[in-house]
């Protein structure tokens, strides 16, 4: 969870694929942990067109460990 916390505050990306091939982990995996930010305030919900905005700065990373 940490390193894709970390992924996602650096890149600006947030999507299951994309913290899928990033951690080269399964989907149901990926999709827990993109939920799993959603409710920790890490990333926002998904918008019409599946995007999702980054709510955490990358030097508020740590605050998510």
Known sequence: YDR???IVARDR???TS???RRL???YNRA???IERMEQEGVVGPANH???REILV???DENDFR
């Open 31 to 33: 999709a827990s942990i």
């Open 13 to 15: 990306k947030a999507s």
């Open 24 to 26: 080269s982990i399964g």
């Open 4 to 6: 894709a916390v970390a």
């Open 49 to 51: 067109a599946g995007k």
């Open 57 to 59: 700065r990358e030097e």
């Open 18 to 20: 994309y913290i899928q």
